[in-house]
């Protein structure tokens, strides 16, 4: 039976981060710690959140409560709504009476920073507003519930600790869909707002075309809970190897060993033999976390999502997505897909597989320190680092293959349709469903695949789409049965996508009290691969209108929020 109290929601507490790692030895006892400051050692600061004034429900996923065993009914508990909108007053044993904030270091494609830290240190760098309140087993897994916008931490940097309405209703969405595409991600439990604090941030006025936020907005103070096995960054390994090698303290290497013991316990235990010396486990961790973020990576690509902002703190170390901030999905098509103001080509859409790997040099270079002195160790995980280029093409031709429905990959058939598809400016998820449909001839194939164009054709590409189409359709009907291919291509070919223009709308309204076009989003994306009726098809599933294209805040963001 499910738990329909908050006593029975308490009773699963289990905190193993707490129990198994080092607390911060600077910290105050009582979690009142919310000022900047430098952290030098432990793996975690314990803090109280900060309360939402009048918190008012916004939505909960109905999908995560029943997997944890939770009842719809207690995102309307009392308790349960004031624990999830910052007030761990509430917390009953065996919970605790504290949350915790985690430090981490910061590295852009493969460059360690440090600038972002206040400091100029790296030791105030980590969890600003980011708070986990709860650790438990719900049906015999354990999962980590984080508040997003919980307040001020030591490692807030001076800011409000706080997340706007805005971003919290475009992260508690994206988390769920992204779950029910069928890629690994952390996951959205609830989403709480004040009714009385608001913050102000910089956006875009409305009709703007700026590349920059135009003016300063007020929001909507919001908590959206997000829920993963564990919140371990890469990023969070390399804090510690790093003061490893500068030598910070006689217990830097105990940490760093603590810590990524800590990750396979959280992350991979079923996977990796606990009786195996540590020094092997230490490699298994390395060759399944390669399995992994390359088969994410190549998931993103599948759906058309592009993270936007792929540091090594934004690259969870259990190989799933994780932080939504200025993400995007690809609607025109193009390689190059970017929708953060400040992420560059070396986030874009099509440059993720090679944002991958130099998160995966940082995690290698992490770890290495852990197996110093043992020369066969060394070199086995380096042979695991240098195939990470090959392993990460190995997924990637699978996942074309998946998407055309071909019995093996053919990478000339691949590239020459992305050329294709670049050339006809269409739109990425339309054209590939209506691939899928597997018309009887190939006109009518075709006919249907221009309805994802953004622009008429050409004589000279209608000649190109029709000889590609008969070297695809001939491939497939040597596999077998066109209705089976037709119908495993639709399992990988969603019916419907993220389109910023359609998920505006919804926090916009949800500012003004009126929750609608979320619920009816939240209904949609968790069934994306079946058509949407009718009369949800002609709002979801059309190209996007001219009008927003180059859209300060639609086409294009800042990553205030």
């Known amino acids: 039976m499910p738990a329909t109290t908050f006593a029975e929601f308490a009773g699963c507490a289990a905190y193993s981060l707490l129990d198994a790692l080092q607390v911060d030895p600077q910290a105050s006892g ?40 939770l009842a719809d009914q207690l995102a309307h508990d009392r308790a349960f709504r004031l ?61 980590e519930l984080q508040l997003k916008g919980g307040g001020p931490t030591p490692y807030c940097r001076g800011a409000d600790g706080r997340a706007v309405l805005r971003s919290s209703v475009r992260e508690f969405l994206a988390q769920e869909l992204v779950h029910a595409l069928g890629v690994p991600t952390s996951r959205s439990l609830t989403l709480y707002a004040s009714g009385s604090e608001t913050v102000r941030r910089p956006w875009y006025s409305p009709n703007s075309s700026s590349f920059d936020p135009d003016i300063l907005v007020d929001n909507p103070a919001a908590i959206t809970t997000r829920v993963a096995p564990s919140f371990l960054r890469v990023g969070q390994l390399e804090l510690f190897a790093r003061r490893v090698r500068s030598k910070a303290h006689p217990a830097a290497l105990g940490e760093l060993r603590m810590i990524v013991a800590h990750l396979i316990e959280r992350n991979y235990r079923p996977e990796i033999d606990p009786n195996l010396d540590f020094t092997d486990q230490v490699l298994e961790l390395a060759g399944l976390f390669r399995a992994r973020l390359t088969s994410l990576v190549a998931h993103w690509l599948r759906v058309g999502y592009c993270q936007g902002n792929f540091n090594s703190d934004n690259c969870a170390a259990g ?135 953004y622009l008429p054709s050409s004589a000279e590409l209608d000649r190109q789409w029709g000889d590609w189409l008969k070297r695809w359709r001939g491939q497939i009907s040597a596999n077998g049965d066109l209705a089976a291919t037709s119908a495993a291509m639709k399992r990988v070919n969603p019916a419907i996508t993220w ?63």
């Not at 007053?89 to 065996?94: I, K």
């Open 30 to 69: 009582d979690g009142l710690d919310h000022r900047p400051r430098q952290v030098f050692s432990g793996h975690y600061v314990p803090v109280t959140p900060k309360p939402l004034p009048q918190p008012r429900y916004i939505a909960h996923s109905p999908s995560l409560f029943n997997e944890l065993g």
């Open 499 to 561: 389109r910023e223009w359609l998920v505006a709308p919804a926090y916009e309204q949800a500012a003004q009290g009126d929750t609608t076009l979320i619920q009816e989003l939240q209904a949609l994306f968790s069934q994306p691969y079946e058509a949407p009726p009718a009369d949800l098809a002609s709002r979801y599933d059309r190209l996007k209108p001219r009008q927003f294209f180059n859209a300060g805040g639609v086409s294009h963001y800042s990553c205030s929020s």
């Open 83 to 143: 624990l999830f909108s910052g007030d761990i007053s509430v917390a009953t044993e065996p919970m605790r009476p504290f949350g915790w904030a985690t430090g981490y270091a910061l590295s852009i494609y493969g460059t360690e920073y440090i600038q972002q830290c206040p400091f100029g240190t790296g030791n105030g760098y980590g969890d600003g507003r980011a708070i986990s309140i709860f650790e438990g087993l719900f049906n015999g897994k354990r999962w």
């Open 319 to 453: 190989g799933y997505t994780l932080d939504y901030g200025p993400f995007g999905f690809c609607e025109l098509f193009d390689p190059g897909f970017q929708p953060w103001t400040g992420g560059g080509e070396h986030f874009s859409f099509f440059n993720q597989p090679l944002a991958a790997e130099a998160n995966y040099q940082m995690f290698w270079s992490a770890i290495r320190p852990l197996l110093e002195g043992n020369t066969q160790a060394l070199t086995r995980l380096d042979q695991i680092r240098e195939g990470f280029a090959e392993a990460m093409n190995r997924s990637l031709e699978a996942m074309w293959a998946s998407k055309l429905g071909l019995g093996s990959p053919d990478a000339a058939l691949v590239n020459e349709l992305l050329e294709l598809m670049l050339a006809s400016k269409l739109d990425y998820t339309i054209f590939f469903r209506r691939l899928s449909e597997m018309h009887a001839t190939i006109p009518e194939q075709y006919a249907a695949l221009q309805e994802s164009f």
